[in-house]
């Protein structure tokens, strides 16, 4: 079993938010019952157990990025968190304090600045902005509204998009867009003896 008796243990840096690095703390989970030997078919539809929050920085008024693009922190979310390989879940450490994530680089595009980051699902009202801009900082707080009124935070599973336009006297953050993520189609997958 991965990790500890198949819980794995991580506290995300950003470090392990770069584009490249995302598929390995993008984890994923899928279960089949009912497999024996008279039905050895198994079909996995693998589900995300993490949440994903994605920035679209957009040039506000009297604003332009520089060509390198800018960088951003986001503070007031729990890093540390583990993985429960034998029952899917996900979850932010309850005992971890809220930290942040530092100079985070966003990419620039020809129509876009974009960030991705792949974050423990956790109970929490708002994180904190601050974005970087040629030597200036611009600060603002997206409001996390969860899956349930009831219920603040990051869901597992779900992916959270804003717009966030700045502009040279602040920062303009839209209401989130909430989307489960697309559970990709399974194949089959014969395993023989070596």
Do not use: C
Request: net charge negative; proline share 4%; no cysteine.
């Amino acid at each position: 079993r991965p990790g500890t008796d198949g819980i794995i243990s991580k506290t995300l840096t950003a470090a392990d938010q770069v584009l490249a690095d995302l598929p390995r703390i993008d984890y994923l989970w899928s279960h089949a019952d009912g497999i024996t030997s008279a039905n050895p078919q198994v079909n996995f539809n693998f589900t995300h157990r993490m949440s994903r929050l994605k920035l679209n920085f957009v040039e506000g008024m009297g604003m332009a990025f520089p060509a390198s693009g800018l960088t951003y922190t986001l503070s007031g979310l729990k890093l540390a968190g583990t993985f429960n390989t034998l029952n899917g879940t996900a979850a932010a450490d309850a005992l971890a304090t809220a930290a942040k994530l530092e100079n985070i680089p966003a990419s620039t595009t020809a129509q876009n600045t974009l960030s991705t980051l792949i974050l423990w699902p956790q109970e929490a009202a708002t994180a904190s902005l601050s974005v970087t801009v040629s030597g200036s900082n611009y600060s603002a707080t997206l409001d996390l509204p969860g899956v349930t009124p009831a219920t603040q935070g990051l869901a597992s599973g779900y992916s959270y998009t804003y717009n966030v336009k700045v502009h040279k006297t602040g920062i303009e953050i839209s209401a989130a867009q909430i989307t489960a993520w697309t559970t990709g189609t399974g194949g089959d997958v014969d395993a023989k003896e070596e």
